[in-house]
């Protein structure tokens, strides 16, 4: 079974605009992770964000936690084409196993 | 730096048939996982090593075998596919389970 579900399922802008894509989850996690995927090819790690923060930045991405949601937020400013891929997240809740999200397409038009 | 190599990149299987996939790390990694990723469910952890000699089953363990008996290998087998086994498959690797996953580019596997 899914931990974490993205919404939305997929995600369409133009060059230069902001991409907000969220995660809800289910359980008490230790750590919320956010992987990139580029077409056929393996995921790529982007941020990690530990249960005790709400927030981290990293370029321009923005990642949000909220525990009481159980929800977190992957922003990215000022989307570039080469941002188009899909975008996961991974709760960390039980030992040793991450367990991923179905993911947001998102698609950025020049 | 290769990172994490799957091999082969493609195969076509037909039922009943077997087959090892071999993934290997060069970042002396302890954990080692292997997903599947099929259209609309994310990715499934199917088994997964926290060390050398060590194997642990995920959330879709059957049908499929593994094994860990050098530290930056990971094998996973099919001894008996079965079209429901048509997949993407990925490896990933990580120092520790709490820190980030590498992953491979994946082995897509069709099997007919």
């Known amino acids: 079974s899914q931990q974490g579900e993205e919404d939305p399922q997929a995600l369409s802008i133009q060059e230069g605009e902001n991409a907000t894509m969220n995660c809800s989850y289910k359980?008490?996690?230790?750590?919320l992770q956010w992987y990139r995927q580029n077409s056929g090819r393996g995921l790529v790690h982007l941020i990690l964000?530990?249960?005790?923060?709400r927030e981290k930045h990293s370029g321009r991405l923005r990642v949000t936690l909220d525990t009481s949601k159980k929800s977190s937020s992957l922003l990215i400013t000022a989307s570039r084409a080469a941002d188009t891929a899909s975008y996961f997240c991974?709760?960390?809740?039980?030992?040793?196993?991450?367990?991923f999200g179905t993911g947001t397409r998102l698609l950025v038009s020049p | 730096n290769a990172g994490v190599t799957q091999t082969p990149k493609f195969r076509v299987l037909k039922t009943g048939q077997s087959m090892t996939l071999l993934c290997a790390q060069d970042?002396?990694?302890?954990?080692m996982y292997w997903y599947r990723q099929d259209p609309g469910m994310g990715l499934r952890l199917i088994h997964y090593?926290?060390?050398?000699?060590?194997?642990a089953k995920g959330e879709v363990p059957d049908g499929y075998n593994v094994s860990r008996l050098k530290k930056q290998n990971f094998l996973l087998g099919l001894e008996s596919a079965a079209p429901s086994q048509t997949s993407v498959y990925f490896c990933?690797?990580?120092?520790?389970?709490?820190?980030?996953?590498?992953f491979g580019d994946g082995t897509r596997l069709s099997i007919l």
């Open positions: 964000i530990r249960s005790n923060e």
């Open positions: 970042m002396n990694h302890e954990y």
């Open positions: 090593s926290v060390g050398e000699g060590t194997t």
């Open positions: 990933a690797s990580s120092s520790d389970r709490a820190q980030p996953q590498h």
């Open positions: 359980t008490s996690i230790n750590n």
């Open positions: 991974a709760t960390d809740a039980s030992f040793q196993k991450l367990v």
